[in-house]
């Protein structure tokens, strides 16, 4: 029997590590059988809850930036995707993806790569805005020309539920990934096609730079994605209950 279950709010890092705990169990499984199907601990019965939009970065022809052992970043992106789904699915909480493969169907009128990832971010945004109550999780991963940058960071939308969104998933990531990471939730740059032009609360998540080495490393691991997911599933989880 599926149970509805009402949880006692709680603030800040308690809350991220009671989720973390929580949901710790099912990760030691989850590495192991990711392609079994879950039964939910629990459901909401509110037909306007919101419903989670799981972001995969780039994907298809656009494989985004490369780390420094050759992944491509949109691989990446869609292993913490896919593993997000599990949790999500293990919590008995809505989601639906942007997609679920790194293969994307463009039309024959998509010759060039620019015209492919217009395309698809195009066909993002229509989702996204014809999903009642939706909240977006965009991940990705960061690069940049110096080895020495690290950290994850979280950029939120224009509106004060996309802040509070980014900052509880700027905590969680740091208090499970990175504790000295100094970064902190900011606006998203305006210039950023998939966030100027949806209207609901949207983060956008830079898990880690790949182009630093050590973290490069870590971003391989299976073990470290799943922590990332956990970390993200926990803030939106923390996000559900204010």
């Known amino acids: 029997m599926i149970a509805v279950i009402k949880t006692i709010k709680l603030s800040g890092l308690l809350f991220i590590f009671l989720m973390i705990a929580a949901v710790l169990s099912a990760a030691v499984f989850l590495l192991f059988a990711e392609n079994y199907g879950f039964l939910p601990l629990f459901t909401f019965t509110n037909s306007e809850m919101p419903l ?14 490369v780390s420094l052992t050759g992944t491509y970043e949109s691989e990446i992106n869609l292993e913490i995707a896919l593993k997000m789904a599990a949790l999500c699915q293990l919590c008995g ?14 039309p024959e009128s998509a010759k060039s790569i620019a015209s492919k990832k217009k395309y698809d971010q195009k066909q993002r945004v229509e989702l996204i805005n014809s999903t ?52 902190i939730a900011t606006p998203v740059d305006k210039s950023v096609y998939l966030f100027k032009n949806i209207t609901c609360p949207a983060a956008l998540i830079e898990c880690g730079f790949i182009s630093n080495p050590e973290e490069s490393k870590l971003l391989d691991k299976d ?20």
């Open 93 to 106: 909480t809505d989601f639906i993806m942007t997609r679920d493969s790194e293969d994307i169907s463009y």
């Open 223 to 242: 073990s470290y994605r799943l922590k990332i997911a956990m970390a993200l599933t926990c803030a939106y989880l923390q996000y559900l209950d204010e």
């Open 52 to 65: 989670l939009v799981i972001d995969p970065g780039h994907g298809g022809a656009d494989g985004g930036a």
């Open 132 to 183: 009642a109550n939706a909240v977006l999780i965009s991940i990705h991963q960061n690069c940049y020309p110096h080895a020495s940058p690290h950290g994850p960071q979280s950029f939120y939308s224009v509106n004060d539920a996309s802040s509070n969104l980014s900052v509880l998933i700027q905590n969680s990531m740091n208090f499970s990934l990175c504790p000295e990471n100094r970064r």
